[in-house]
């Protein structure tokens, strides 16, 4: 079965500085790879994710994420962040084709400072 | 417009109330996910369903009870069994069980 860890629950930076929001998982087979964004009171919105291919995936507002297989992780990275990257993020995995659930990891809250 | 509605976004019911939390889809989505959402503590799956008519627990199941009579809606009720109900309850939705998940915006409910 997979597992997820988010290593920081809590990361405070300052605008315009570069942040890495760091996502190990544990799996014995192949995988798939998200993370979501979830402002105040909102529901997850899906950021990025892996499915195959090129390890190095970007969206569309700055953040990007490595796949590294070696060292099972995903960490999410953006080099300058701005006041409304705000949020907590989750990171999850799931079995390349598999029949089981997204396991998430406990989230990480990023709080942007001015 | 596609997308998946929660409704009431707030609800507040007394203690002893059983209430049911809405999740309608029009992804034509056929797994569809319960979580339940509490302060540093992440997501909790409580139920899902990957086919209409069939649900499976999920790691905090017990006090809630959901049904799957439609592919567009998967109802949540929240029981007087459940001792700590209030929270933030996420409805969310996938093609396959393995792939991304849609996320309605919650529905936070405070029993009094």
């Known amino acids: 079965a997979q597992s997820v860890t988010q290593l920081d629950s809590q990361v405070p930076v300052f605008e315009e500085a570069p942040v890495e929001l760091r996502c190990n998982y544990s799996?014995?087979?192949?995988?798939?790879l998200f993370w979501y964004v979830q402002y105040p009171n909102q529901g997850l919105q899906l950021l990025l994710k892996?499915?195959?291919?090129?390890?190095l995936v970007e969206s569309i507002n700055g953040f990007e994420a490595e796949f590294n297989k070696s060292q099972t992780s995903f960490h999410l990275r953006k080099p300058s962040v701005h006041i409304s990257d705000t949020a907590e993020y989750f990171c999850?995995?799931?079995?390349?084709?598999?029949?089981?659930?997204?396991?998430f990891g406990k989230g990480t809250k990023l709080t942007v400072n001015p | 417009d596609g997308g998946i509605t929660q409704s009431p976004k707030y609800l507040f019911r007394k203690e002893g109330q059983n209430v049911t939390l809405s999740c309608e889809q029009n992804?034509?989505?056929?797994?569809m996910y319960w979580y339940r959402q509490d302060p540093g503590q992440g997501l909790r799956l409580i139920y899902y369903?990957?086919?209409?008519?069939?649900?499976q627990k999920g790691d905090i199941a017990e006090g809630y009870s959901v049904s799957r009579e439609k592919k567009e809606s998967f109802p949540l009720t929240v029981t007087s069994a459940q001792k700590n109900p209030t929270a933030f309850y996420l409805c969310?939705?996938?093609?396959?069980?393995?792939?991304?998940?849609?996320f309605g915006p919650g529905t936070r409910l405070t029993v009094l």
């Open positions: 969310a939705s996938s093609t396959l069980v393995a792939d991304t998940q849609y």
């Open positions: 799996s014995s087979v192949s995988v798939y």
């Open positions: 892996y499915l195959s291919g090129s390890t």
């Open positions: 999850a995995v799931s079995e390349e084709g598999g029949s089981e659930k997204l396991v």
């Open positions: 992804l034509n989505h056929d797994a």
């Open positions: 369903s990957q086919i209409v008519n069939d649900f």
